[in-house]
Antibody
Framework: EVQLVESGGGLVQPGRSLRLSCAAS????????MHWVRQAPGKGLEWVSG????????DYADSVKGRFTISRDNAKNSLYLQMNSLRAEDTALYFC???????????????WGQGTLVTVSS | EIVLTQSPGTLSLSPGERATLSCRAS???????LAWYQQKPGQAPRLLIY???TRATGIPDRFSGSGSGTDFTLTISRLEPEDFAVYYC?????????FGQGTKVEIK
């Protein structure tokens, strides 16, 4: 069974940093691209960042480019999101999502974690 | 960036009725790279449809997707009680990958 478990969220002041993690199990992690998708409270979904299976391709939404860094450790079956210079508008539930394409970069999401909440407030 | 506009914002229907949800793109979605997701309160989204019309694994056949270019539709042929939720479309043909704002299907 595919499982994605996010961690690392919390309350942080504007301008500070936070690192999110996603622990994956139930599938061959290094066969799939992975993504972060966020959802502000009461709002819709926003794709944040994606990384290919071998980290050869990385993409960011314009809203986080230059502030957020996605990475993965295939030996640890883990995905990360380093978030710097956080703003109030980054407040959201952050989901880890598995790309649906085997060995590809299809960028639609067949499995999701339950999310970790990031609140940016002074 | 491709902007996806979903309509209506809210659909009020009774169980057993047919639901038709629309997703319109600001420019053509290449190769019909469009997906639909269902999200219930407090839960993560669930993939329903990809490639505009292919049902994901385990999705009942009352869910169907259609369309191409800039106009796409999700149809639920007969609403079951568990189908009342928010539905999002998402395009994955052109980065950045974008979502529509969602359509809420509520019980009338």
């Amino acid at each position: 069974e595919v499982q994605l478990v996010e961690s690392g969220g919390g309350l942080v002041q504007p301008g500070r940093s936070l690192r999110l993690s996603c622990a994956a199990s139930g599938f061959t992690f290094d066969d799939y691209a992975m993504h972060w998708v966020r959802q502000a409270p009461g709002k819709g979904l926003e794709w944040v960042s994606g990384i290919s299976w071998n980290s050869g391709r990385i993409d960011y939404a314009d809203s986080v480019k230059g502030r957020f860094t996605i990475s993965r450790d295939n030996a640890k079956n883990s995905l990360y999101l380093q978030m710097n210079s956080l703003r109030a508008e980054d407040t959201a539930l952050y989901f880890c999502a598995k790309d649906n394409g085997y060995s590809g970069y299809d960028c639609y999401f067949g499995y999701w974690g339950q999310g970790t909440l990031v609140t940016v407030s002074s | 960036e491709i902007v996806l506009t979903q309509s209506p914002g809210t659909l009020s229907l009774s169980p057993g009725e047919r639901a038709t949800l629309s997703c319109r793109a600001s420019q053509s979605v290449s190769s019909s790279y469009l997906a639909w997701y269902q999200q219930k309160p407090g839960q993560a989204p669930r993939l329903l449809i990809y490639g505009a019309s292919t049902r994901a694994t385990g999705i009942p056949d009352r869910f169907s997707g259609s369309g191409s270019g800039t106009d796409f539709t999700l149809t639920i042929s007969r609403l079951e009680p568990e189908d009342f939720a928010v539905y999002y479309c998402q395009q994955y043909g052109s980065s950045p990958w974008t979502f529509g704002q969602g359509t809420k299907v509520e019980i009338k």
